[in-house]
């Protein structure tokens, strides 16, 4: 309910009269607390439910899908149940890229029976103690389209599960500086990216990946931005991966060199016109990729969707 300003109860009263009259019976589960959708997601008995329908913004839907994911009849429930997204938060990339504009066109997706398949990332920080390593290791029903691509088998329980963005660096100061802001609603990741902008810090760690071609490709030098994505776009609906597909198997990935505050903000503002300017700029490299390996040189931490 406290997803996006608490818009959560007021979006079920608009959608639930319309499953309803369109034949579905509704179940309302409502969180309680932080983390409680990944709860639900998990253990919620669903041997008689068809669509499990997140309210709510990014972190919800990265919560339930985590959930989803780890579930121990995970082979039983991932070809019967549906993840369908009603975007209701502060950010609403992946419905967004999924086209659901409105809880009402999720309503509509719901009543039509239609679906399509994406694809899910998965983070394991054991691969090093500071950093991290990414990869595309599986794919989840989100209702929109028709099914499109096979699904693998998962990954072992335990680790981060992620259909969005997986970043280190400018990501997470920006995750970490909004969440100290979220009395201001919407406006608080606009503030907090200008605030890590002008911080203007960069991280030095040793990068591992592995490309769409198979090549193993090693880069090692200093970062103000690490981000593989899997959506197209960022927030405010900025198209920072606009070669990313939702079922292709790959992450794109941008990297954006260390470089004067100037320069930064230079890079960000071509980003934001959405013509993919910024992968043009001599500080920016992109790639499209299977696998990564994220290593701090210094005490850095990298973090996933669930705090980007």
């Not at 970043?167 to 909004?178: F, N, S, W």
Request: net charge neutral; aromatic share 6%.
């Amino acid at each position: 309910p406290n997803s996006g300003g608490r818009k959560g109860l007021k979006v079920l009263e608009r959608v639930k009269p319309i499953l309803e009259e369109g034949g579905c019976t509704v179940k309302v589960l409502e969180t309680k607390y932080a983390g409680h959708a990944k709860v639900l997601a998990n253990e919620e008995d669903l041997s008689e439910i068809d669509v499990f329908a997140p309210i709510g913004g990014d972190g919800t839907v990265h919560e339930v899908v985590n959930g989803f994911m780890s579930r121990k009849d995970y082979d039983q429930v991932k070809d019967s149940v549906t993840i369908c997204i009603f975007p209701a938060g502060t950010g609403n990339t992946v419905a967004y890229d999924l086209k659901i504009g409105t809880p009402e066109k999720a309503a509509e997706i719901v009543l039509k029976g239609s679906t399509r398949r994406i694809d899910v990332g998965v983070f394991d920080k054991s691969s090093s103690p500071q950093g991290g390593s990414a990869e595309i290791v599986s794919a989840s029903d989100v209702k929109l389209e028709e099914e499109s691509s096979p699904q693998p088998t998962p990954a072992p329980d335990g680790r981060l599960y992620w259909i969005n963005i997986c970043g280190y660096a400018l990501p997470t100061t920006v995750l970490k500086l909004a969440n100290r802001l979220r009395f201001l609603g919407g406006a608080q990741y606009d503030l907090a990216a200008k605030q890590a902008l002008f911080r203007n810090k960069g991280y030095k760690c040793k990068i591992e990946m592995i490309d769409a071609q198979d090549n193993e490709i090693v880069l090692e030098g200093k970062y103000s931005m690490v981000q593989a994505q899997i959506t197209v776009h960022m927030g405010d609906r900025m198209a920072f991966t606009p070669h990313a597909k939702l079922d292709d198997g790959l992450m794109d990935l941008v990297l954006i060199e260390h470089r004067r505050v100037g320069k930064m903000i230079s890079t960000m503002l071509a980003a934001q016109k959405n013509n993919g300017s910024h992968l043009e700029k001599k500080n920016v490299k992109s790639f499209q990729i299977k696998q990564l390996k994220v290593t701090p040189i210094a005490k850095n931490k990298m973090q996933g969707e669930s705090t980007v």
